[in-house]
């Protein structure tokens, strides 16, 4: 069975100062990840997916995330903070091939402070 | 281009009773997933629809029961309401069942349960 972690469900950071969150994940076969964002009283949004090549993927909204096979990790990173970035942030994972379900982590919440 | 419409937007219903969810796919797409986010949670996957058909279901009793139309749309039912059923319930289109797919959600529909 597949499972996310997201290590810290508070994130806090100064406004220009990097974002680093972090996702962890379990998977019997390679896996396809996503980074979700949830704003109050919305639903979710994708920020970025990898699914095969690349190994670092860029996003919107400047976020970007790297996919390390051998730490199992997919942390999203955003160099300079935005007060506009408070959110919740939701790391997902599906297997590739045949069937899915995806599994979300409990998501981390993102604090900007001035 | 619209994307992915929910009703009602909010529901209050008393333990025992029934209750019908309402989800419009973003135009283009064929496959239609539902969520149950808990409060503090990561949305948890109930089933998929494709093709008129039930193709995944996450770990829900049968209480919870869906249907897709012919115009993709869908429909979420839950019969014997729960307390602990209260939570948003989520949509998310996609074009096709593949893992690799993102999800494009709506924005909810929050449910309560006195």
């Known amino acids: 069975a597949q499972s996310v972690t997201q290590l810290g469900s508070h994130v806090s950071v100064s406004e220009g100062a990097l974002v680093l969150l972090r996702c962890n994940y379990s998977s019997s076969v390679p896996p396809y990840l996503f980074w979700y964002v949830q704003y109050p009283n919305q639903g979710l949004q994708l920020l970025l997916k990898?699914?095969?090549?690349?190994?670092l993927v860029k996003g919107i909204n400047g976020f970007e995330a790297e996919f390390k096979k051998s730490e199992t990790s997919f942390h999203l990173t955003k160099p300079s903070a935005h007060m506009s970035d408070a959110a919740e942030y939701f790391c997902?994972?599906?297997?590739?091939?045949?069937?899915?379900?995806?599994?979300f982590g409990r998501g981390t919440s993102l604090i900007v402070h001035p | 281009d619209a994307g992915v419409t929910q009703s009602p937007t909010h529901l209050i219903k008393t333990r025992g009773q029934q209750v019908t969810l309402r989800c419009s796919p973003k135009s283009g797409h064929d496959t239609v997933s539902w969520y149950q986010q808990a409060l503090g949670q990561g949305p948890q996957f109930i089933f998929q629809?494709?093709?008129?058909?039930?193709?995944q279901r996450g770990n829900f009793p049968d209480r919870f029961s869906g249907h897709q139309f012919p115009n993709y749309s869908s429909e979420l039912n839950v019969n014997a309401l729960l307390l602990g059923d209260s939570a948003l319930y989520l949509c998310a289109s996609s074009p096709g069942t593949g893992g690799n797919q993102p999800q494009h959600f709506g924005d909810g529909t929050r449910l309560s349960i006195l």
């Open positions: 629809y494709y093709e008129e058909e039930e193709r």
């Open positions: 997902a994972v599906t297997k590739s091939g045949g069937s899915y379900i995806p599994t």
């Open positions: 990898y699914t095969t090549g690349a190994t």
